[in-house]
């Protein structure tokens, strides 16, 4: 992996790579590049490395005034750097969605990896075997069936690896997880028997649950979860202290008050996209969080959100060039789905340059994105032309994220002194 | 470049690295690693090589049909060994959209690159100006505007580089281009005093004309594209045999009729999804291509598509499993927008297999695309169960493409003996 040579030279890394988007024509001696003085070829993906620091801070904080352990979803960003950075701000693991990005979170050097979803196919089960083997990690993956547990036990039984395994809990409607807690407790004795495989506790994503009552559909959901991990370890069909996981981005406020300061489980927060955060969709649920905390405010374990002080910071921009302005009220910029998220809402212009300076982008709105070039509708009277670079935001962060083998890392000033690269 | 090492070993990549989705868990001795008997990690992307080099093929003959030549558009798959092929069937050059693009284009060998797009940046020159200097290339950019035509030839007589380019005309509510035949006179005369810049023809893309009568107002812009093409040649604007260049990979054959043959101009085609194409909106409009081929056969230049024999076949898949069974007429499936392209319709079930033996894929639709996971609604008769693998096709191909770093090479059994790298 090229990774571990581009942590080597993690300090002094420049992307001078021919081919890549968001590089440097030519290295200079500071090893500084201005964005706003277009040192960096655009289209470039962009994180301000103090917004993404202050979101790490802050949910490292949150959880620990809720005595729960933060195990960030690594899936949002599969920045190994970022990774690193999460584990050294006190994070328990990595979370991930595939056996692929559990070798890159392990690479990373997490010691904990939940893989949030089934572990299903051979391959994928060996890739697990060989980290497991490897690694001196502990791994668990979730399981929401019979066939897949008798798959995983006949694999790991051959490979003599023993397997941690999460019960998943679901709603009708929703994705994986069994859907009643007779089928869970079908499973948990089904394990008993499975030489190979080992229960460690219930996981769950609450955020697939929708609709007007969903914060209390959401609070029921999590009790039921939770009572169902104690009596299944009070069963005796848990090993160890039993884990009980949930949260995405949206709804960890509630997974974290409901799990709080739990003395017979080890609780387990997973949100990913709060160390980017946007400025759409989960800007929206943040501040729903936030109201959520002035509202019970005083109730027990609830409100911390408020107490914390700050909030998390839209960390991520895709900069980019006015490409033509083939009519008065249209722009042609440089950037599409190739660069950009868009389906969560469309990119937004936050600032402007031209050679260097501040210009406004005030009244500009995002109509249509194509594969490689986004339309802005702007007023006739606007005086942005050909050549103007233009700072967006976006929603949501996973998916601008995947578009990019290399992320510039910003200063406040927007000055860049090395990139990070993804691992998707 | 990665890309240079991989093309040297070409014969015998096969995917290992640690973190890499699609790949194989252990080398065997045979470097056949087989779709069906589970040898790959799943997701994979998978390219049907027969199917890839009938396209390739097909499209060749029709451009030499029509006495045009062809210069595939490299965005859609941002793969050299794929450019390779191209050029190697023939191809006149590569098209691309960006200055990134264009050196992976150099560096896979293309002798002319066609920038579709409009050249805008100091750090976006300088890539170019470096590819014109270090490679012996002939490469055109678009330009629609005064105010870029005044950057590129301050930046390139700077850099004492001569920058080729064409002109770009356009539609009212369309994308890039001047609008009118007296802008596009006005730029020509412009370039005139520009000592950086040598105009060399005439640049569309007829791909943003919609509604009812989409093919009659093609036709018509690009009977006003050719005469202004020729009209700037006699005026002594256009330096050399003036190029006029369109086509995306829907009206493709419009473009190509209307250009046939022509004595005064260098005639050139740009399709990119051909290579590909799909069972999507590609599918629809090869089969648009191909009732007026049917309706015009017989006029000047008309009907060739079927004369040709064969068609475009679909020759890529993503391939998956069926991770959860939630419910009775609900399966998931471990592939998502990380995965597969969603804007042109949702992934369409192909084939099943269940320890390599073929099962029915039949009724399975899929209803929604999550980061990695995807919905497919079932018949509660169905056998399909947790571990069984469906291959998908998936339209639009360019953005499937973009999710995957290497992609899988099967032939007809779906074997794989080696994979090749994109260049995102």
């Known amino acids: ?22 590089r440097v024509a030519a290295l200079n001696a500071s090893h500084q590049y201005s964005l706003p003085l277009e040192d960096i070829s655009l289209p470039a993906a962009v994180i301000k490395q103090s917004a993404l620091r202050n979101n790490l801070d802050w949910m490292q904080r949150f959880a620990q005034q809720h005595g729960v352990h933060l195990c960030p979803h ?13 584990l050294d701000h006190g994070a328990w693991g ?5 056996p692929a990005q559990a070798e890159v979170a392990a690479l990373a050097g997490a010691q904990r990896i939940i893989m949030a979803n089934q572990l299903v196919g051979r391959t994928n089960m060996a890739i697990i075997a060989n980290l497991i083997r490897e690694h001196d990690i502990e791994f668990f993956c979730c399981a929401d069936s019979l066939s897949n547990l008798d798959q995983l036990d006949t694999f790991f039984q051959q490979q003599s690896v023993n397997l941690n395994v999460l019960l998943e809990y679901g709603v009708e409607g929703g994705r994986c997880g069994c859907r009643t807690a007779e089928a869970m407790l079908e499973l948990a004795d089904a394990i008993q028997g499975m030489p190979a495989l080992t229960l460690r506790g219930i996981e769950v994503y609450e955020g697939v649950i929708h609709g007007d009552n969903a914060e209390q559909h959401i609070r029921h959901f999590l009790t039921e979860t939770l009572d169902m991990t104690v009596s299944l370890a009070m069963d005796g069909l848990i090993e160890g202290k039993p884990i009980v996981t949930g949260a995405g981005s949206a709804w960890y406020d509630v997974v974290a008050e409901t799990f709080a300061f739990l003395d017979r489980c080890i609780a387990v927060i997973r949100p990913g996209c709060y160390a980017i955060h946007d400025t759409g969709i989960y800007f929206d649920a943040q501040n729903k969080v936030m109201a959520r905390a002035h509202t019970n405010k005083g109730r027990e374990h609830q409100g911390k959100a408020c107490d914390l002080g700050g909030d ?10 006015v490409i033509s302005r083939p ?14 998220a868009f389906d969560a809402g469309l990119p937004i212009a936050e600032r402007g340059y031209r050679n260097g300076k501040p210009i406004s982008v005030q009244g500009l709105t995002a109509t249509a994105v194509m594969d490689q070039h986004t339309f802005i509708t702007v007023s006739e009277e606007s005086g942005i032309d050909v050549g103007d670079v233009i700072a967006f ?31 998707f």
């Not at 249209?330 to 190739?338: D, T």
């Open 393 to 423: 935001s976006t929603s949501h962060p996973c998916l601008t994220f995947d578009k990019w083998r290399y992320i510039a890392m910003c200063d406040d000033n927007y000055v860049v002194r090395h990139w990070v690269e993804t691992c």
């Open 74 to 86: 690594g899936k949002t960003t599969m920045t190994p750097d970022f990774f690193q950075q999460q």
């Open 1 to 22: 992996m090229t990774n571990r040579d581009i942590n080597y030279h993690k300090d002094s890394f420049i992307l001078n790579q021919p081919g890549q988007k968001g």
């Open 94 to 98: 990595i979370t991930v969605a595939t």
């Open 327 to 340: 009519e008065p009220n249209k722009l042609v910029v440089g950037m599409g789905k190739r660069d950009v």
């Open 312 to 321: 998390l910071h839209s960390a991520l921009e895709v900069w980019a060039y």
